[in-house]
C-alpha cells in the first residue's frame, strides 16, 4: 500500500478516535447533556449525511471514484448495541488496487443523534430499506 495512503488512512482514524473520545468526555463531564434515557440514546440524527460523509474517509482505503451511491432515511432498528436509529448505504468503492470490488452494503449506527459506527450487513436490518441516490458519496474526494 501506498505510504501517502496509510499515513492519511491512520490521521483519519485518529481524528475520528479524537471526535469519539471528546464525545465521551462531553457526556461524562455533562457537556453533552446525556442522561442515559432513551429518547435521547435514539435522537434522531439531523446532519446524518454530513457524519456519514466525513466517516467515509476512514473507513476507506480510497473514497475517491465511488460509484452507485445509494442512501436510506434514518430509521430506528434493533442492533447489537440495541434500539438505534441507522441509515443504509449502497455503494461501489475500490479495493486497494484500484479495481472496483462491486456493490457492497453498509449500515451507519448512530448514538444521540451522532454517527457511532459502520457495520456490515449482509440483509437485516437493510432488508426494508427505501434507497435513492447519493451523489455526494460519489463526490468525495482522497
Not at 113 to 140: H, I, K, M, N, W
Request: with cysteine; proline share 6%; hydrophobic share 40%.
Amino acid at each position: 500500500m501506498n505510504g501517502n495512503v496509510v499515513r492519511w488512512r491512520r490521521a483519519g482514524l485518529l481524528f475520528l478516535g479524537l471526535l469519539l473520545l471528546g464525545a465521551c468526555a462531553g457526556h461524562r463531564f455533562g457537556f453533552g447533556g446525556h442522561n442515559g434515557d432513551d429518547g435521547e440514546i435514539n435522537a434522531y440524527p439531523v446532519d446524518y449525511k454530513s457524519d456519514i460523509l466525513a466517516a467515509m474517509h476512514a473507513y476507506l482505503n480510497d473514497p475517491a471514484g465511488i460509484r452507485d451511491a445509494a442512501i436510506s432515511q434514518p430509521m430506528l432498528k434493533e442492533v447489537a448495541q440495541g434500539t438505534r436509529y441507522i441509515v443504509c448505504l449502497r455503494f461501489n468503492g475500490k479495493r486497494d488496487d484500484g479495481i472496483y470490488m462491486g456493490v457492497k452494503q453498509i449500515a451507519a449506527i448512530f448514538l444521540a443523534g451522532r454517527f457511532q459506527d459502520f457495520a456490515d450487513v449482509p440483509r437485516e436490518p437493510c432488508l426494508s430499506a427505501t434507497y435513492a441516490p447519493f451523489p455526494e458519496l460519489e463526490q468525495l474526494k482522497p
